[in-house]
């Protein structure tokens, strides 16, 4: 069996042991970067040079006898939106392209001090913000399954990464399905935590108050493993959970009388039927461990999307404000801008259009437009019109309000669920992964590839999405689980009971 | 009568003592090199996330508590949404429509009476981040800026009235009372120099018409860089828009609220670009802070902090130490170290109008001649309580009191040492009776003088007595000699 195959926990015991040096293991893995990345298109950026220098000194370090982290010498890979101290953190837009963070995120910070090797930076839609990876401002990611396939998104790169063994975790974001819906096209597990577990300190905001930080691997074991590592409470963040994350038992133990909820509305219109048998067949192999099945109805989950959709860009409009061109980031240029202005001027003076030229923007003003026009893209752009259409005076109560009081009747719904059940299991996707460029030019079409997922975000709970079957065409389906705020034991030792009596998450796809 | 009565709310900004800034760790100290006090937070790095300032929430608790406002059960932060360059994040971090405190008042009144005492009701105090500073330097029609983020994120409080003010003097009564009590209860030093208080002040006219009350179209004025200005700014504004309403008949609801900047140096207001004024801030809950609820035991603790405030000295000073309106004023108004001092002096002397004369008088006027505060006063309280009780008691002769606290002030002597450098001594009754006995011995002529009836002829014996024995007290001379007389 070579490294690779090998699960991150096995890794990690086996450096521990010095059966192996994580020179040889993070050298593997960037052999395979070189090999196949090419065509993946996973990473935005790595450095070869400075992981294997980073192994090296954990290797090093262990040698000398110093007690290393849970992570010592492992490979993560990290979506470009977290902030890296003297690194480029450009969220795939044109707007960040040469931002360079000056400070740590606590995530980062928190891999750094586990001793983990900071393996490259993972490509995403820009600023988050999509469901394909196809919105990254600098490159297309394909799906290690089928190259012609989007690898889903935001997260794309990070799940791509793990799905073609490029690193053994990456650490991904998750606002409305962005960890989840990757994860559960390119085969592996991806973990949304409870809102409030992982610091969003120096993570770059989408959408504040759904924006959630989390881990995806090949198995719920190295799931629990980078959890336990990047959860906890942060000062710095004031909308962190305050609350110990051990767990008081181990993720390997079954969990007996598991009452498992069966969405009825999860069944409807514009599920695939290979996706519902693939789902149901999880379903019954849960029964066959003991699980009880308990049909439980979620009435509003009708609304999520609308819901997501306005929410989302709302906070989003205001939170991309700061990328104005004034202090940082991408600002337009100023002598063409300038001689644009003079000429626009001089145009209206002639035509006697005196009240235009007034009218004319000031400096300023063109500085932002310009800026702002230039470097975010279409998507981008179209969130932040939502969004401050949805805020303005005479709307915020017909869409902002009306979503925030929907977004209470949902999370009442999930609160009478979880009175009765202890997961919802369901799909993450209508779909197997679609084409590359199949839904670009419809919007719509891609914001309900969320379906399944935004519920999660809206009501802050924690959700894991694990791979349970394959479409004819051999792309991976996958099965999510929804929990109770703050039960992400009981999702994570659902989620391994069912890794240990199926092989879904040890396939591989045929780079 | 009047042609129209001014109506005037006034909106303060009020920069809070806090040592860091209010959602970071940040200094706000004054006068630092442009740029220096940032850090990734209040330059609105991406990723960077707010923290909120106890301290500044404690500070902000105590005012409100002082203003008499009732602390709401939750408050919540809110992003106020615009473009500026000096405003990194493209939103200010304040409150909407639930302010941290609401419905308050302060009480103005005038020690010579030119108005009534009156309650200014304070319809709500909120806490936001300051913005940061542009420098315009436009050089030949290009205009360049640039931008100075120290004071970004500095914690203020915006303390708003209700339009319950009458005239300048009331707008100036206010603002006078509303810096005495927040330098009083410590929350801000309200140097409006250094930006720590700013004033806009809201300003229309009621005008009566042949029993009909009109009002005119509400102006803001900004720019004002002290209270004079304040003053001025009102007064001329009333002018401006009673002129403005004679021409054209403009009333309240005819067009939107304009803005007009104060010009000090010309004495005017004048209009700002209408396009600045009309922005939709796109206000909505700020989903990076969580929503603060105040316990009653941290309304209690924020009161209790609170100290004597002025206008409870105020008055225990007329009704406890009879002092009058005016000397209640005076010594309120120097602040809470110089009432301090004189509270401690007067428990030495036992004599709150002799210490209020000295302090009100002398001690003040050293104090302004010397431009220094009563901290570094060479006299401490309990030395000036004692000379004043040493004065009362009749050891230290009034005539003589100037000498000894100059010379208590200029070598920082006790009151018992200046009077003893100056040979200052109590002299005893037997004594000062055997020198008056010899001096009416010596002056026959002015015994049968006064016993002719003239008595005011015993002055003289009064200043050779004085010659003899410097100390000789002569009110003390004069009833000895007259009593001396009368037995012979
Ligand atoms: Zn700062």
């Known amino acids: 069996m070579s490294l690779i195959e090998l699960s991150a926990a096995e890794q990690s015991r086996k450096l521990a042991a010095g059966e192996i040096s994580s020179v040889e293991l993070v050298q593997a893995y960037l052999d395979r970067i070189e090999k196949y990345d090419g065509s993946v298109g996973a990473f935005l950026r790595y450095d070869t040079g400075r992981a294997i220098a980073a192994a090296k000194e954990i290797d090093k370090r262990r040698a000398a006898g110093e007690t290393l982290g849970p992570l010592a010498g492992i490979p993560v890979a990290v979506k470009d939106i977290l902030a890296e101290r003297g690194q480029r953190t450009s969220c795939a837009s044109k707007m960040l ?286 969130r932040i019109m939502l969004g401050t259409y949805a805020l303005s005076a005479g709307y915020y109560d017909a869409y902002y309000l009306k979503a925030l009081q929907v977004r209470r009747l949902i999370r009442q719904d999930y609160d009478k669920a979880f009175a009765e059940v202890d997961v919802i299991a369901g799909p993450v996707t209508p779909t197997p992964p679609f084409e590359l460029g199949s839904l670009v030019d419809d919007p719509l079409a891609m914001y309900l590839v969320d379906l399944y997922t935004v519920s999660a975000n809206l009501t802050g709970i924690p959700a894991l999405s694990l791979p349970c079957g394959a479409s004819k065409s051999g792309l991976p389906i996958g099965l999510q689980l929804q929990a109770k705020p703050l039960a992400e034991e009981t999702l994570l030792r659902a989620g391994h009971m069912y890794q240990s009596a199926t092989d879904w998450h040890t396939r591989r796809p045929p780079l | 009568m009047s042609k129209y009565t001014t109506i005037i709310g006034l909106e303060v900004h009020v920069q809070l003592a806090t040592k860091s800034k209010l959602f970071c760790r940040c200094s706000t100290q004054f006068g630092a090199e442009p740029n220096t006090q940032t850090c990734p937070v209040c330059i609105g790095m991406p990723g960077s996330l707010p923290v909120m300032n106890e301290e500044a929430l404690n500070l902000a608790l105590q005012t409100a508590v002082a203003l008499n406002c009732t602390i709401p059960p939750l408050t919540k932060w809110d992003r106020k949404q615009y473009y500026y360059p000096d405003l990194p994040k493209g939103y200010q971090i304040s409150q909407y429509d639930m302010p941290m405190s609401e419905h308050g008042h302060l009480e103005i009144s005038d020690s010579k009476d030119r108005f009534e005492t009156k309650q200014i009701r304070i319809l709500r105090a909120h806490l936001e981040e300051d913005a940061g500073k542009s420098v315009h330097d436009e050089v030949a029609g290009r205009a360049d800026s640039v931008i100075d983020l120290n004071r970004t994120g500095t914690p203020l409080l915006e303390i708003v009235s209700e339009p319950d003010m009458r005239s300048a003097l009331e707008a100036r009564a206010y603002l006078d009372e509303l810096k005495l009590l927040l330098t009083y209860i410590g929350v801000s030093d309200c140097n409006m120099q250094e930006g720590s208080l700013r004033v806009d002040a809201n300003v229309n006219l009621h005008i009566d018409k042949g029993g009909e009350k009109i009002a005119t179209p509400i102006v803001e004025i900004k720019n004002m860089n002290s209270f004079r200005a304040v003053e001025r700014a009102i007064e001329y504004e009333a002018g401006r828009q009673y002129k403005v309403w004679q021409e054209t008949g403009a009333k309240l609801g005819d067009s939107p609220k304009q803005t007009r900047g104060w010009d000090d140096a010309a004495g005017v207001t004048r209009g700002q670009r209408s396009k600045e004024e009309s922005s939709d801030y796109r206000y909505f809950p700020d989903p990076d802070l969580v929503p603060v609820s105040f316990s009653d035991e941290q309304v209690d603790a924020a009161k209790a902090s609170l100290g004597e405030l002025p206008s409870t000295i105020r008055e225990s000073l007329q009704s406890d130490h009879g002092l009058s309106a005016y000397d209640a004023e005076v010594l309120v108004n120097q602040g809470r170290t110089l009432i301090d001092y004189y509270q401690s002096a007067v428990k030495v002397a036992g004599d709150a109008k002799g210490v209020c004369n000295w302090v009100t008088q002398d001690v003040l006027r050293v104090l302004k001649e010397s431009d220094a505060g009563i901290e570094t006063f060479s006299i401490t309280a309990a030395s000036l309580g004692d000379f004043v009780a040493k004065q009362k008691s009749g050891e230290l002769p009034t005539a003589r009191g100037r000498d000894v606290f100059d010379a208590m002030l200029e070598k920082g002597l006790s009151a018992a040492d200046a009077m003893h450098s100056l040979g200052i001594e109590e002299v005893d009754d037997s004594e000062l009776e055997s020198l008056c006995q010899s001096l009416l011995e010596a002056n026959p002529r002015i015994v049968d003088d006064v016993k002719g009836g003239k008595q005011q002829a015993v002055g003289a014996l009064i200043g050779q007595a004085k010659k003899q024995n410097p100390n000789a007290d002569p009110s003390k001379v004069r009833q000895i000699c007259l009593d001396l007389i009368a037995k012979m």
Request: glycine share 10%; charged share 25%.
């Open chain 1, 97 to 382: 392209e040469e931002f360079h963070a000056p400070y740590d995120a606590t995530v980062i910070a928190r891999l750094k001090a586990t001793d983990a090797v900071l393996i490259g930076r993972t490509n995403m839609d820009e600023f988050a913000m999509g469901g394909s990876t196809e919105n990254s401002a600098f490159q297309t990611t394909q799906n290690p399954w089928n190259l012609k396939c989007s690898p889903g998104g935001s997260s794309g790169g990070a799940a791509a990464a793990v799905a073609a063994d490029f690193a053994p975790l990456s650490i991904g974001t998750d606002t409305g399905g962005s960890i989840r819906q990757p994860a559960g096209f390119c085969g592996i597990v991806g973990f949304k935590p409870t809102y409030g577990r992982v610091s969003r300190f120096g993570l770059v905001a989408f959408a504040s108050s759904l924006d959630q930080v989390g881990p995806l691997a090949r198995s719920v074991e190295d799931i629990a493993l980078l959890y336990s590592v990047i959860a906890g409470h942060d000062p710095q963040d004031s909308t962190s959970l305050d609350k110990p994350i051990e767990f008081a038992t181990p993720i390997d133990k079954p969990l007996e009388g598991l009452k498992i909820g069966v969405v009825a509305e999860h069944f409807a219109e514009g599920l695939d039927s290979e996706v519902e048998s693939a789902v149901r067949e999880a379903f019954a192999t849960y029964e066959s461990l003991g699980a009880k099945l308990v049909e439980v109805s979620l009435p509003h989950s009708k609304y999520a999307v609308a819901t997501y959709y306005v929410i989302a860009p709302c906070e989003a409009s205001s939170n991309l404000a700061r990328y104005d061109g004034v202090h940082y980031g991408y600002r337009s240029d100023q002598a063409k801008l300038a001689a644009e202005l003079a000429a626009e001027r001089a145009a209206l003076e002639e035509a006697g259009e005196r009240g235009a030229a007034e009218d004319l923007d000031t400096p300023l003003v063109r500085m932002y437009r310009k800026s702002r026009s230039e470097a975010f893209g279409p998507e981008v752009k179209r």
